[in-house]
């Protein structure tokens, strides 16, 4: 893997990837590989992930590896604009096209030009703002609000969601069109929960960069990693990063023990209440599907009794890890067929994240 990336971006870049995206947990690495294998080309890319995992960050380096980057990186948050001042934040605006618009003014397409603009919170556009994304999208091209000529746009589009565009278009609120526009080359960010030994690393490079920022220093002793890594982290990187903030004010230059958490992080916590507080930080799961159709997955295949009889007997030794894996395997295929192949709808099927199962399938290597 080491060799491959450093092939695609070379030994200087690699160490600037590696850096800027922490991480030694496999997902990351897919996700590292992804942006060393698409920075170079100008394909659409599609960042999908909870907030606060970092999705900003792929985009940048995205940018920053790429041919583009003596261009400018010009982010803009699809949700966070008005819907009436959306297309002039996009596109700009002509001397005299509405009232205020006392001068000509670039939009981020033109501000663009020759380097990346990021769509963030690409699934929070309006639904009439998605058909001249589109048609801007497919001939290069845009107007001014307020003006008659044509614009010609070179401009690397990276796209960035926390919800499942799928479950949109399902619903009629994103357009199908558009998403396939996007979706070129998705790239799924993990939640800081199923990146399994990122944790450390992480407290690490925070740590350090508070350091040298003059912002004091800390350390986190072994029981007090110990309840990060059992945490669930709703908030994902942001709310971990934000924490050794806090500790940082409060205990600064202190080692910090299990006892100076604060409690919430060293209570035990449900899987179900794991999946209440996802939704809550931005990443809905299981409205998709009711319950009982939930359940239809496992007619597919025997269930097992509950009365105790379920009697195994061996005749030789058994490889147990790889007989629950090709039980995994099976049951991820049967939702995947059960569910058109919708990773999405599937997920649900299987009570577990998106990303979750996208790596699930990256490892068993399951395609249709």
């Known amino acids: 893997m080491q060799e491959s990336l450093s092939s695609k971006v070379g030994r200087t870049k690699l160490k600037d990837l590696e850096s800027r995206l922490i991480g030694v947990s496999e997902g990351m690495k897919h996700v ?28 940048q380096l995205i940018h920053d590896l790429s041919d583009r980057a003596r261009g400018s990186f010009i982010p803009i948050n699809c949700g966070a604009i008005p819907a009436e001042l959306l297309e002039s934040e996009l596109f700009g605006h002509e001397k005299g096209a509405f009232t205020g618009a006392v001068g000509v003014r670039k939009g981020r397409f033109e501000l663009a030009e020759g380097g990346t603009l990021f769509l963030d919170e690409i699934g929070d556009m309006p639904f009439p703002m998605q058909v001249k994304l589109l048609r801007v999208l497919q001939e290069k091209c845009f107007e001014r609000v307020g003006g008659s000529k044509s614009i010609q746009s070179d401009v690397r589009i990276v796209a960035a969601t926390h919800q499942h565009l799928e479950t949109k278009i399902d619903k009629g609120d994103f357009r199908a069109d558009l998403y396939y526009r996007l979706n070129v080359f998705p790239i799924d960010v993990p ?3 199923d990146r399994h030994g990122d944790v450390a690393k992480l407290v690490s490079a925070f740590i350090s960069s508070a350091n040298k920022m003059g912002r004091g220093s800390l350390k986190l002793m072994p029981d007090a990693i110990k309840h990060l890594d059992r945490y669930c982290w ?3 990187v942001r709310e971990l990063n934000n924490l050794i903030e806090r500790l940082l004010v409060l205990y600064p230059g202190k080692q910090i023990t299990g006892a100076e958490l604060p409690a919430h992080l060293k209570a035990p916590r ?36 509950t009365d105790g009889s379920l009697s195994v007997v ?3 030794p058994v490889d147990l890890k790889s007989k629950l894996a090709d039980l995994e395997r099976d049951f991820i295929i049967a939702a995947l067929d059960q569910t058109d192949w919708v990773t999405a709808h599937a997920a649900n099927w299987l009570k577990m994240q998106r990303t979750t199962l996208v790596e699930k399938m990256r490892k068993y290597e399951i395609s249709r």
């Open 314 to 316: 061996l005749d030789e």
């Open 32 to 59: 590292r590989e992804h942006i060393a294998r698409v920075a170079k080309t100008d394909a659409t890319v599609l960042i999908q992930g909870e907030s606060g995992t970092g999705k900003e960050v792929v985009a």
């Open 191 to 193: 939640p800081l929960r």
């Open 234 to 236: 709703p908030g994902n």
């Open 270 to 305: 449900q899987s179900k209440d794991l999946e209440d507080r996802s939704v809550e930080a931005g990443n809905p799961q299981l409205d998709l599907l009711e319950q009982e159709d939930v359940t239809e997955l496992f007619t597919v295949i025997e269930p097992l009794p």
